[in-house]
């Protein structure tokens, strides 16, 4: 893959923030509640992604030579649809806001993360790749009982991960290029006080004509995906179903 040559990012401080973040954030604040993901019966979960998730950990596709740097993305330009880049930097103004408030509670940091993970994943669909074949026999309402419950356990895992972090924590993109069907590939990093920068690469796709998340390669190569399916396979090679969801539930609920 042919790395970025630079960043040029202009100071993401003194940008507006994006206005689904905004509105999210507030709903939350306001009423404290789960929004239900819409699910698998639901119009934002037919975009099919030609061809299957790795079972295991797998390079990120290569792009062709074609890439936009982050510094070339207009994220505050007004009516037009936001590019996968900008999606990004949405979700990373949340993270980073996160990281900068070492204090938060576990419960606390799940709610702030809550809009943005939504908002920025295609949820629904990873749901569906994460459980397989498993999910055939499911009724609708056991599959957006699972889509639900694989929501929580994401935001969960953000929130322990920033909360293990020491120090704010910076969530930089370097570019996007076109990868293979019909998705995109962001390439970014993370740079903290305490470590070198590790590498964060995302593959995306869209859903109704907005960017989504359907992977995330952490140190640029290792599908975590591929790494919930594995998991979540182990899980039901011991519970029925119902015992999985109520195992996840539970540990999505706890530091």
Not at 45 to 54: E, F, I, K, N, R
Not at 103 to 113: G, I, S, Y
Not at 162 to 185: C, N, Q
Request: proline share 6%; charged share 25%; aromatic share 6%.
């Amino acid at each position: 893959m042919k790395p970025a040559t630079r960043i040029d990012t202009p100071n993401r401080s003194s940008r507006r923030p994006r206005g689904w973040l905004v509105a999210a954030l507030s709903a939350v604040m306001l009423c404290g509640c789960w929004p239900t993901v819409a699910g698998a019966d639901d119009a934002i979960a037919t975009q099919p992604l030609s061809g299957d998730v790795p079972a295991v950990a797998a390079q990120p596709m290569p792009g062709d030579d074609r890439e936009t740097l982050a510094s070339d993305v207009d994220c505050d330009a007004n009516g037009t649809e936001l590019s996968a880049t900008c999606v990004l930097e949405g979700l990373h103004e949340l993270l980073s806001a996160t990281t900068a408030a070492p204090d938060l509670t576990f419960e606390r940091r799940c709610e702030m993360l809550t809009p943005g993970v939504l908002a920025a994943y295609d949820l629904p669909f990873m749901a569906k790749r994460a459980l397989g074949q498993r999910g055939e026999g499911l009724t609708s309402a056991q599959r957006q009982q699972w889509i639900d419950t694989f929501a929580r356990m994401t935001v969960a895992t953000y929130a322990r991960r920033l909360s293990e972090s020491t120090g704010p924590r910076k969530f930089e993109i370097l570019g996007e290029r076109a990868a293979p069907k019909d998705t995109v590939l962001v390439l970014g990093r993370v740079v903290g006080a305490d470590k070198s920068p590790m590498p964060i690469n995302y593959r995306m796709h869209q859903v109704g004509g907005s960017w989504k998340i359907v992977d995330v390669y952490a140190n640029g190569t290792i599908s975590q995906l591929a790494l919930r399916r594995a998991e979540v396979a182990s899980l039901f090679e011991r519970m029925s179903f119902d015992e999985v969801v109520a195992y996840i539930d539970t540990t999505s609920r706890n530091p």
